[in-house]
């Protein structure tokens, strides 16, 4: 290879990336991560892309109907009423970036296409594998309180481990610590904004999996009314979460369990997953190792997705010259996003009281 000059090495720099497919690329390297969950689904295509700008995501829900339902007689008066239904939530976008350098002299000891090639791939992997851990630890995370305005608002923002009202669980998952407010709805005030939530003593049929029978069947919600709403495919929809050892005890109870009691723990072969709950993934995740509580994550992603700022979703820009290394080229990643979550009532967390 001939010596290069600055434009050279920023030209060639620059082409080499474009070869690059950054979303599909990233979700090859991703998928090969054990216990990388968020990156992932944050190229799924549930991931939205927010065409209206603004300094974060807007959504709406009804609160209540209009009361004008009844029973009449013949010459009964009509019941007009125009009732305030609708209540309107907000999510505003977090910013995150990663970067990649490379160095003009080290290209030039890796002369040759491929060896370029592999190397600015390489330099990229380990900034986006950064990426994914940044993102993993802010998706299983939540703010301090509301002054926190640079953290993700992750699962725990939105799935609160509340204080049952009942020993058989409640919509009691209220506003998160250190907000007097979820996405700008008060739980207090709109009670249907709760998530489900319970306590469990041990892993076994006659407990835990009880209560995960009974958060299944609670949030399972349809309208009787056809309308258009926030929801998304069916695919991968559904998943449950836990640290590990909660999904060892699992695996226990799934392979103990008699066929004539019923398979609400089961394997599932083939898909490598080692424990399913009627079917659906459950998956232990290394963030919940720490939680002493031993929280089981019940979701339901038709409600619960990543919105991306328009234009800034893992936008990659051009190599640029690293101030005082004029050898040096950085490559930014950036993202303007947040999870967003539009029927909290759909999803569940059960946690060891």
Request: charged share 20%; glycine share 8%; proline share 3%.
């Amino acid at each position: 290879m001939a010596t290069m000059t600055d434009t050279d090495f920023t030209d060639l720099v620059n082409s080499t990336l474009r070869s690059f497919d950054p979303k599909g690329r990233f979700n090859e390297i991703a998928a090969t991560l054990r216990g990388f969950e968020m990156m992932p689904r944050m190229m799924r295509d549930e991931a939205d892309s927010v065409s209206s700008g603004g300094e974060g995501f807007h959504f709406h829900v009804m609160t209540a109907s209009n009361g004008a339902a009844q029973m009449v007689g013949l010459t009964d008066e009509d019941n007009v009423n125009f009732a305030n239904v609708m209540a309107r939530g907000f999510v505003p976008w977090r910013r995150s970036t990663t970067s990649y350098t490379v160095e003009r002299r080290m290209l030039q000891e890796n002369s040759g296409a491929s060896q370029l090639y592999k190397m600015i791939k390489a330099q990229r992997a380990a900034g986006m594998l950064s990426y994914a851990e940044l993102l993993e630890a802010q998706g299983w995370g939540k703010p301090t309180d509301s002054s926190d305005v640079t953290s993700l608002w992750g699962i725990p923002h939105f799935v609160v481990k509340g204080t049952p009202t009942s020993t058989e669980g409640s919509f009691s998952g209220g506003n998160p610590a250190g907000f007097s407010d979820c996405a700008g709805l008060n739980s207090s005030t709109y009670t249907r904004w709760n998530n489900w939530t319970a306590n469990y003593v041990n892993i076994n049929k006659d407990d835990a999996v009880t209560q995960m029978r009974r958060a299944a069947q609670r949030t399972a919600f349809k309208s009787p009314v056809d309308i258009d709403d926030y929801s998304k495919g069916n695919g991968q929809r559904f998943r449950l979460y836990v640290n590990g050892n909660t999904r060892l005890a699992m695996e226990t109870v799934g392979e103990n369990q008699n066929e004539n009691l019923g398979r609400d723990l089961s394997p599932m072969d083939g898909t490598g997953m080692s424990i399913a709950f009627r079917g659906s993934p459950i998956i232990d995740v290394a963030k919940l190792d720490a939680d002493t509580s031993n929280p089981i994550y019940m979701l339901d992603f038709n409600w619960m997705s990543f919105k991306f700022l328009e234009g800034d979703m893992f936008r990659e820009s051009e190599a640029k010259e690293v101030p005082l290394r004029h050898n040096w080229r950085q490559v930014f990643v950036d993202s303007s996003h947040n999870l967003v979550c539009t029927e909290r009532s759909r999803q569940a967390v059960i946690w060891q009281a």
